[in-house]
């Protein structure tokens, strides 16, 4: 019977050893947290974040994919409905320093993406920055996020003198902004005052309806020169859908039939309300002239003008001359026009003495910081 144990010889037989195996031979790997995705080379695939100590073993790459990561901004959309929060909620997860002014630039320039927006990042000094000093900033309660107004104010005096000044006539003419609107880009609104300030002759001005429809008309033309320009960018794809251009023409045509009939109701057309025939012996004319050479004092005397007794008298005037033009119709309907012609003659007289208030307001403040400042 054989007995148990190692077979004859087992103890002089060499052990086999490991083999070695060198980790360093192999490249190095990036793993998106999000959805697993493992790739050897980062370049396109991740953001860059290089200024964050979280990603210091990553090279710099950020934890998300691009692909996660701008999943992850059109989610907080969706959920919050605004893409600026979005847009903040974002850089918090990605450790990037969130720009007000950048977003604002990609806004304007249509792009509110989040590689467009790191894109800008890295153009500026606050590429060097994580979220963490904006989240301070923000608990302190200083001013990282400024006004948009402000900001926007900020852009349009950089404008050509001819743009500031049409600005301020429009401004002026009508009595407040009307282009007042936060989906209006600062290109948006150069092309309205631009485009409006042609259209402010003196018959214009003197009728509430011509001048309300006059605005309405310039911005119906922004809206047709938006779709010209997404007609433009699909017809310059390698693959051009004609059934967006199709559509795009659809709207277009209607726009353009709007804003002719607008023009031929009211007599806006370009030949009456252009600027190369504006009669410049007209007091209106003469008036802005005169605010565009810095003559301060014809501020004074145009609200001084609109506000004296025989203004009053020739308005009056004009208000009964309405109801005695509509007496052809019903009784009803012209009394009806008449108040509305004196409500409105009574808000644009408020409405001025209140403009004239409040710029008397800012000349007195600013006297008075100038006043300040030359203290010792």
């Given at each position: 019977?054989?007995?148990?144990?190692?077979?004859?010889?087992?103890?002089?037989?060499?052990?086999?050893?490991?083999?070695?195996?060198?980790?360093?031979?192999?490249?190095?790997?990036?793993?998106?947290?999000?959805?697993?995705?493992?790739?050897?080379?980062?370049?396109?695939?991740?953001?860059?974040?290089?200024?964050?100590?979280?990603?210091?073993?990553?090279?710099?790459?950020?934890?998300?994919?691009?692909?996660?990561?701008?999943?992850?901004?059109?989610?907080?959309?969706?959920?919050?409905?605004?893409?600026?929060?979005?847009?903040?909620?974002?850089?918090?997860?990605?450790?990037?320093?969130?720009?007000?002014?950048?977003?604002?630039?990609?806004?304007?320039?249509?792009?509110?993406?989040?590689?467009?927006?790191?894109?800008?990042?890295?153009?500026?000094?606050?590429?060097?920055?994580?979220?963490?000093?904006?989240?301070?900033?923000?608990?302190?309660?200083?001013?990282?996020?400024?006004?948009?107004?402000?900001?926007?104010?900020?852009?349009?005096?950089?404008?050509?003198?001819?743009?500031?000044?049409?600005?301020?006539?429009?401004?002026?003419?009508?009595?407040?902004?009307?282009?007042?609107?936060?989906?209006?880009?600062?290109?948006?609104?150069?092309?309205?005052?631009?485009?409006?300030?042609?259209?402010?002759?003196?018959?214009?001005?003197?009728?509430?309806?011509?001048?309300?429809?006059?605005?309405?008309?310039?911005?119906?033309?922004?809206?047709?020169?938006?779709?010209?320009?997404?007609?433009?960018?699909?017809?310059?794809?390698?693959?051009?859908?004609?059934?967006?251009?199709?559509?795009?023409?659809?709207?277009?045509?209607?726009?353009?039939?709007?804003?002719?009939?607008?023009?031929?109701?009211?007599?806006?057309t370009v030949k009456s309300g252009g600027a190369g025939v504006r009669n410049t012996t007209a007091l209106t004319y003469i008036m802005r002239e005169m605010a565009d050479n810095g003559f301060e004092d014809i501020k004074v005397n145009s609200v001084d003008a609109k506000l004296s007794a025989s203004y009053k008298e020739v308005a009056e005037q004009n208000?009964?001359?309405?109801?005695?033009?509509?007496?052809?119709?019903?009784?009803?309907?012209?009394?009806?026009?008449?108040?509305?012609?004196?409500?409105?003659?009574?808000?644009?007289?408020?409405?001025?003495?209140?403009?004239?208030?409040?710029?008397?307001?800012?000349?007195?403040?600013?006297?008075?910081?100038?006043?300040?400042?030359?203290?010792?």
């Open positions: 019977m054989a007995s148990r144990g190692r077979p004859p010889g087992s103890k002089n037989r060499p052990k086999m050893k490991e083999p070695k195996f060198d980790a360093t031979t192999l490249p190095p790997l990036y793993k998106c947290t999000k959805c697993g995705r493992i790739v050897d080379n980062p370049t396109g695939v991740f953001y860059s974040s290089k200024r964050s100590d979280m990603y210091i073993g990553n090279e710099g790459y950020t934890h998300m994919c691009s692909d996660c990561a701008n999943k992850f901004f059109e989610e907080q959309k969706f959920r919050f409905k605004d893409e600026k929060t979005a847009l903040i909620l974002t850089c918090c997860a990605l450790d990037l320093y969130f720009s007000e002014k950048i977003y604002i630039n990609c806004r304007d320039k249509g792009d509110v993406s989040l590689g467009a927006y790191i894109r800008q990042l890295n153009l500026t000094q606050e590429k060097s920055k994580t979220f963490y000093p904006f989240l301070v900033e923000l608990l302190k309660g200083n001013s990282v996020l400024t006004d948009e107004n402000i900001l926007r104010d900020e852009k349009e005096t950089k404008w050509a003198a001819a743009d500031r000044k049409n600005k301020g006539y429009v401004i002026q003419t009508v009595g407040y902004d009307c282009f007042d609107d936060e989906s209006y880009t600062t290109e948006n609104r150069k092309f309205l005052y631009n485009t409006l300030a042609d259209y402010l002759t003196d018959e214009v001005i003197e009728d509430p309806h011509k001048l309300q429809s006059a605005i309405m008309m310039v911005k119906t033309m922004l809206q047709q020169e938006q779709i010209d320009r997404a007609v433009n960018r699909e017809m310059r794809k390698t693959q051009t859908d004609y059934t967006e251009v199709e559509k795009y023409s659809k709207i277009k045509d209607r726009l353009i039939t709007n804003i002719s009939k607008m023009a031929n109701d009211n007599g806006l208000a009964r001359a309405l109801i005695a033009e509509l007496g052809f119709t019903s009784d009803e309907y012209a009394r009806m026009v008449g108040e509305q012609s004196e409500i409105i003659r009574k808000q644009q007289e408020d409405c001025e003495k209140l403009q004239e208030e409040l710029r008397m307001t800012k000349i007195e403040l600013q006297e008075a910081q100038a006043k300040g400042r030359g203290k010792p």
